[in-house]
């Protein structure tokens, strides 16, 4: 299986008005930014209602934080936006504590083997989503920060403010969980 | 992203596939109007949680305060005026027998600077307003149809325009209202919006652009180009 472009690699285009020497507008950010935004809030939230409340808080975040944002990681500065907001709202709210995965996830697919598996590809985005929502938010920040953004261990650290050592565990952790729910058996 | 070598390489087969899987995911689109919203705080998503109140309350304090809409290097082209002032200035040209004279010489004076074509394909620049905001150029064609060309110094407000006229135009940003014959682009740090152009006929203001015409011209140019190929009219 080949590597995937990364989300942010896909987004290019998109993050290319923001250089490492200029700081956007904060409307330049939403409309340049705003589908990386909003694909990051929904790969953390798990559905587009909290992605929105996500979003809209970022924003209001990340309009007060131009004033005095340094040229730098641009994307990295927005998704440590994101990320840190995100689990500072599910502290507060303490709705979804670590959930275990389910045993048995609804997975079976009646029909011929490549009705199953053209069924299988097109559902699996949302399957996968599904399994990302089920993990603990700190190991989904992680993971979905690594393996959907494509940020590196250390640039995960530095937004999440936590050792790099952390940051592989949780990551290992989620995607053995991720390993677990996807494995036929299960 | 920070470039720390292959980091697949120290981990294990799963985990890359795992990796491979998640990274696969599609990007996602916010629904329809969102960002808008978002940005002017509109009330469509205010309310329901937390953040939503905070937005529709600095709302009314961006409002009462009157802070954030006379930023000078934004611009949200006034369609309406605009659509009237094309019109009046329609009126005012008479037949096409009887071509107006440009405006006080301003015209003249503009194409010997080279910031105007004087020509665009069958269209003729026939008039011209000035002001200490607004640039307004008029084209009239053969048959007596006109079109202007109004230049705003500033970039387009995006965020003020409404979500469903913005398209991409040859890759370049554009909004467009089809009912208004109405297209905004931004061209380097102006805001121009064309008022009344008939998109059936585009593609003959391909031709008999002056060479030596750089600056407006060329952009203008650069823009007819770029509708031509976005409406797939043939570019000749």
New interface residues.
């Given amino acids: 299986?080949?590597?995937?472009?990364?989300?942010?690699?896909?987004?290019r285009p998109h993050l290319s008005t923001a250089d490492s020497t200029s700081v956007p507008t904060?409307?330049e950010v939403?409309?340049s930014h705003?589908?990386?935004l909003?694909?990051l809030a929904?790969?953390l939230c798990g559905n587009?209602?909290d992605?929105?409340?996500?979003?809209?808080?970022v924003?209001?975040r990340v309009r007060r934080g131009l004033a005095t944002y340094k040229p730098g990681n641009f994307e990295g500065w927005l998704s440590r936006i994101t990320t840190n907001t995100f689990l500072d709202r599910v502290r507060k709210q303490k709705r979804r504590p670590t959930v275990p995965l389910p045993e048995e996830p609804d997975r079976v697919i009646a029909g011929t083997p490549d009705l199953e598996t053209e069924i299988a590809a097109r559902d699996?985005?949302d399957h996968?989503?599904a399994l990302?929502a089920d993990l603990a938010p700190e190991y989904r920040a992680a993971?979905?920060l690594?393996?959907?953004i494509?940020?590196?261990?250390?640039?995960i650290a530095e937004q999440l403010d936590i050792p790099v050592g952390t940051v592989r565990s949780r990551i290992?952790r989620g995607?053995r969980r991720?390993?677990q729910a996807?494995e036929p058996s299960s | 992203?920070?470039?720390?070598g292959d980091?697949?390489a120290s981990e294990e087969p799963?985990?890359?596939?795992?990796?491979?899987?998640?990274?696969?995911?599609?990007?996602?689109?916010?629904?329809d109007g969102?960002?808008a919203a978002?940005?002017n705080h509109r009330p469509l998503?205010a309310g329901?949680?937390m953040?939503?109140l905070?937005?529709a309350t600095?709302a009314a304090v961006v409002l009462a305060l009157g802070v954030g809409v006379s930023n000078p290097s934004?611009v949200l082209p006034e369609l309406d005026a605009m659509t009237q002032r094309h019109l009046a200035a329609q009126a005012d040209l008479g037949p096409r027998d009887e071509p107006a004279a440009p405006d006080g010489g301003a015209a003249e004076a503009e194409l010997t600077a080279g910031f105007l074509a004087s020509r665009l394909g069958g269209y003729e620049l026939v008039h011209v307003v000035e002001t200490d905001e607004l640039h307004q150029s008029i084209y009239r064609g053969r048959d007596g149809a006109a079109f202007s060309v109004f230049v705003e110094a500033g970039a387009v407000?995006?965020?003020g325009l409404p979500l469903e006229g913005l398209t991409d135009i040859g890759g370049t940003r554009a909004w467009s209202d089809p009912d208004r014959e109405a297209t905004i682009v931004q061209l380097g740090d102006e805001t121009v919006t064309i008022v009344g152009f008939p998109l059936d006929e585009i593609g003959t203001l391909l031709t008999d652009v002056p060479d030596e015409a750089r600056s407006f011209a060329d952009r203008a140019q650069e823009l007819v180009t770029s509708i031509v190929a976005h409406l797939g009219y043939p570019a000749g």
Avoid: C, N
């Fill in positions: 299986m080949g590597v995937p472009e990364s989300l942010a690699e896909r987004e904060w409307e939403a409309y705003g589908r990386f909003y694909s929904y790969r587009h209602h992605a929105q409340d996500l979003v809209q808080e924003l209001l699996l985005p996968l989503q990302l993971v979905v690594k393996d959907v494509g940020f590196s261990y250390e640039e290992h995607r991720l390993r996807l | 992203m920070t470039a720390s980091p697949r799963w985990e890359a596939e795992i990796g491979a899987l998640l990274g696969a995911l599609p990007p996602v689109d916010p629904p969102f960002l978002a940005l998503y329901r949680t953040a939503g905070l937005a600095a934004v407000d995006w965020v």
